[in-house]
């Protein structure tokens, strides 16, 4: 089997129809197989699945449904799927993605040809056509937070320093090494999973894609933006619907600052970056609670 991809829903069944209609409309030359991991069967993707998947012999021969009695979060239910997953390479895909038809081939032919890549990512668009800015990131060190956090990248998108966190100085059609991608679509070679492993548990939901390449450095593979080929992202489907939704990019910040970049810094500059993550997020919550669209990373 050369490819396994992950898939976990919850509460996406229209946009996970949409998904599964592009992954197994894909056009590639090997095998692969699609594991499901719904994080909530009653929201009615289960039905879907069995009905107009797992019913078809040619789909369900590649297919893999996994239903959770609960929500366990985004790692824990990825890993789930990579526990079961027989393909050399690991594709983390979100249940509101769009891969075009050569997706899967050009990643696969892209990773073949450069083993040096542990984590590719290929150009992400959001419904409207523009640069989903997460699929080519750098690590959120301090000050690079603070300038994306404030507003400041985006007042100043050219700026090299002020930008760096989302490289929107850079041309989105250019081949470029970056620091992580999104968990949306995370390609992820043999050679490197085999080093780096599962998904860290720690993180409900955010952060964890940010983790695994940080990790995937400090094996000394290299995490590649490839815009050859381009997947929609129906950005932030699944969740504005979790209330946890909130608390769990917070928390992810403080996860990963704690587990990377803490021994980095003196202590009082740490308990400054704590204070900063939690009193943004208690302002967020305030803020919410006159919206009706809720504010989740923004």
Same mark, same amino acid.
């Given at each position: 089997m050369k490819l396994s991809i992950i898939i976990v829903p919850y509460k996406a069944k229209e946009k996970v129809e949409v998904t599964l209609d592009a992954v197994y409309a894909s056009v590639v030359n090997f095998d692969y197989e699609v594991i499901v991991v719904d994080n909530l069967p009653v929201s009615g993707t289960e039905d879907l699945i069995r009905t107009k998947y797992l019913s078809k012999p040619e789909?369900?021969? =590649?297919? #893999?449904?996994?239903?959770?009695?609960?929500?366990? !979060? *985004?790692?824990?239910? @990825? @890993?789930?799927?990579? =526990?079961? /997953?027989? !393909?050399?390479?690991?594709?983390?895909?979100? &249940? $509101?993605? =769009?891969? /075009? &038809?050569?997706?899967?081939?050009? %990643? #696969?032919? *892209? %990773? $073949?040809?450069? &083993? $040096?890549? !542990? #984590?590719?990512?290929?150009? %992400?668009? =959001?419904?409207?056509g523009t640069l989903d800015l997460a699929c080519r990131r750098s690590f959120p060190d301090p000050w690079v937070s603070f300038f994306r956090l404030s507003g400041l990248s985006k007042l100043f998108p050219n700026n090299k320093k002020l930008a760096a966190y989302n490289l929107t100085y850079k041309s989105i059609d250019e081949e470029t090494e970056t620091d992580s991608g999104s968990g949306a679509f995370l390609f992820v070679s043999p050679a490197c999973y085999e080093k780096i492993g599962l998904l860290d548990e720690r993180f409900y939901m955010y952060g964890e894609d940010l983790d695994w390449c940080f990790r995937a450095k400090q094996f000394g593979f290299k995490v590649w933006y490839y815009p050859k080929t381009t997947t929609i992202h129906y950005k932030g489907q699944s969740s504005r619907q979790n209330p946890y939704a909130l608390y769990a990019f917070h928390d992810a910040m403080w996860i990963f600052y704690k587990k990377h970049l803490y021994s980095k810094y003196p202590r009082p500059f740490s308990w400054l970056v704590y204070v900063g993550i939690w009193g943004r997020y208690y302002l967020k919550r305030f803020i919410n609670f006159f919206k009706t669209e809720k504010i989740v990373s923004k």
């Open positions: 789909l369900a021969a =590649k297919t #893999i449904y996994v239903p959770n009695t609960e929500n366990v !979060g *985004f790692p824990k239910a @990825n @890993n789930q799927g990579l =526990k079961l /997953s027989t !393909g050399l390479y690991k594709l983390l895909l979100n &249940p $509101d993605t =769009k891969v /075009s &038809p050569d997706t899967f081939q050009a %990643m #696969i032919d *892209f %990773m $073949d040809s450069r &083993p $040096d890549v !542990g #984590i590719s990512t290929c150009k %992400m668009v =959001k419904g409207d």
